[in-house]
């Protein structure tokens, strides 16, 4: 069974600094597919990033950073320099290869302060 | 493009009473999916179905039917509502039913309290 822990449940930070969420994740695939989504205070789920298995290269997007390390079954998130706009509660999300549903992790609400 | 719509966003039920939240996608998904996020808990699955026709249960299936007549439509049943599933619904949407690898489409959630 596909299992996803984000140990983290509020984080809070000042402007400027940067942060590390965590995500570990479980499943017996050999083939699967890492997610994070972002949910700011209005409410709505927004994809950020999506990884496969295969490919355990680093990606950065601007200001966004991810670490994925197939050894210790983890897919962390890094902001660098965090601005009040960051201020949400992130998703790290496992699915695994063929008729796969996506199971989340419990989020990381991320509060970040002038 | 609508995306994934969902009504309505917000209701309040009493105790035994139902009703059912819509779910409509108009990028011929195959996938279409029902989660509920509660504090603390994150988005646990609750039905998804990979065609017309098809559907199944996910995590916490209780209290809940589902259906699927087109591959546009996919709604959520409560049919004797309980203060337990106070909570906020999100209909999701992907392109293919076999591929986990698909980015899924959130609507907008509906946020449903039962008194």
């Known amino acids: 069974a596909q299992k996803v822990t984000q140990a983290q449940t509020e984080i809070s930070v000042v402007e400027k600094e940067d942060v590390t969420l965590d995500c570990v994740y479980e499943t017996r695939d050999t083939t699967y597919y890492l997610f994070w989504y972002k949910q700011p205070p209005s409410g709505e789920l927004v994809f950020l990033i999506r990884?496969?298995?295969?490919?355990?290269q680093n990606e950065i997007s601007g200001r966004y950073s991810w670490n994925f390390q197939k050894s210790t079954s983890s897919f962390n998130f890094t902001i660098t320099a965090s601005q009040v706009v960051d201020s949400a509660v992130y998703f790290c999300?496992?699915?695994?290869?063929?008729?796969?549903?996506?199971?989340f992790g419990k989020g990381t609400m991320l509060l970040v302060s002038p | 493009n609508a995306g994934v719509t969902q009504t309505p966003k917000f209701q309040v039920l009493k105790t035994g009473q139902s009703m059912t939240l819509q779910c409509a996608q108009d990028?011929?998904?195959?996938?279409m999916s029902w989660y509920r996020q509660d504090p603390g808990m994150g988005l646990r699955l609750i039905h998804y179905?990979?065609?017309?026709?098809?559907?199944d249960q996910g995590e916490v299936p209780n209290g809940y039917n589902v259906s699927r007549s087109t591959t546009e439509d996919f709604p959520l049943r409560l049919l004797s509502a309980a203060p337990s599933q106070t909570s906020v619904y999100f209909c999701a949407s992907r392109l293919s039913r076999r591929s986990g690898a698909n980015v899924l489409t959130f609507g907008a959630g509906s946020r449903l309290t039962v008194l």
């Open positions: 179905s990979v065609g017309a026709g098809i559907t």
């Open positions: 990028m011929n998904h195959e996938y």
């Open positions: 990884r496969n298995s295969f490919d355990e």
């Open positions: 999300a496992l699915s695994e290869s063929g008729y796969s549903t996506l199971t």
